[in-house]
């Protein structure tokens, strides 16, 4: 009898790397990138050393000492010296990303343009520059300069074909429906969420408030995501993703650090799942066309439309489209005719009245797709 032969085995089978999720590593950031499987992770945010550049103590009018960032991890030889690190370190975090991944890399004057330079040399997708404007900044205590009041996040895409996530919807709602800007208010770390050492000093001299991490995450990551911080100082960046219900990957070498990161984020409890959820994007609602109101007899052929300040009427044809006057079309073309107008939502423009009540078309679509989700659920 005839036996099929069998491939051999490996003696060893090679084991996929698994991504060491919710932890933090301790090291060199590049090198643990690059130990990270390539497009494992959905997002990037870092903030890198600024090359603050101080050659002296900073001093107050009363002569105390300023609690500046004087630590040698922001120490660079030149600015050729931190070109070499910046590149390094984005090209490892690019590999890393997953093909619609996004970083955030937020930094001041002494380096943010230099690192925008790098990101645009190494191919990311330049999507937005957002000013954190400080509530409470330092003042300027020499009265030689402007007060810096601000510092500078760069959103970037991992090329131009990326689709990253970006919950508009959520954020528009957040921000009592108007659309979110790119100037963004939030005081400095302080009070209660400040880290202090035993000696009530300042555990890490840049900590950077959770409000900023969580409008980033909120905006453009999901439940589930893995979000990586290369630079996780006290970990705010784990500690704001525990909140919302995601994954983080965090590297840092400065072990003080990484013992009060550890620590803050022990004492977090992960959101409810259905707490974390936004809303569901406009573009990936179940499409209705009007027609299917009146097929459905929630509106009867006949039925005049008109505006909110009823200043345009239009009547409702069997087929689903409008009449008004000399236009005729679908609902958005007929809307835009009638005021001269290049476009317009016509959901939102037309209204009805029954019994009474006045309200928008898309009152209707909205009861169509509620029936509809109840159907799949």
Known sequence: MLRTARRAEPAFAEEPRRLPIDTILVGDCIDHMNSLPAGSVDLVFADPPYNLQLESGLTRPDQSRVDAVDDDWDKFDSFAH???????WLAAARRVLKPDGALWVIGSYHNIFRVGAALQDLDFWMLNDVIWRKANPMPNFRGTRFTNAHETLIWAAKNQKSRVTFNYEALKLANDDTQMRSDWLFPLCTGNERLKGEDDGKVHPTQKPEALLFRILNATSKPGDII???????????AVARKLGRHFIGIEREQIYVDAARNRIATIRPGVFEALQSVTPKRKET???FGS???????EPGTQL???TKRYFAMVRADGSLVSGSHQGSI???GALV???????????WHYEQGGHIAPIDDLRADIRAKLDLLSA
């Open 82 to 88: 931190y070109d070499r690190f910046t590149r390094a």
């Open 228 to 238: 990586l911080d290369p630079f996780f100082g006290t970990g705010t960046t784990g």
């Open 287 to 289: 499409r209705i066309p």
């Open 293 to 299: 109101l009146v097929e459905q007899g929630m509106i």
């Open 306 to 308: 008109f505006d909110l």
């Open 332 to 334: 958005h073309k007929v």
């Open 339 to 349: 005021q001269g107008a290049e476009a317009c939502n016509g959901w939102t423009f």
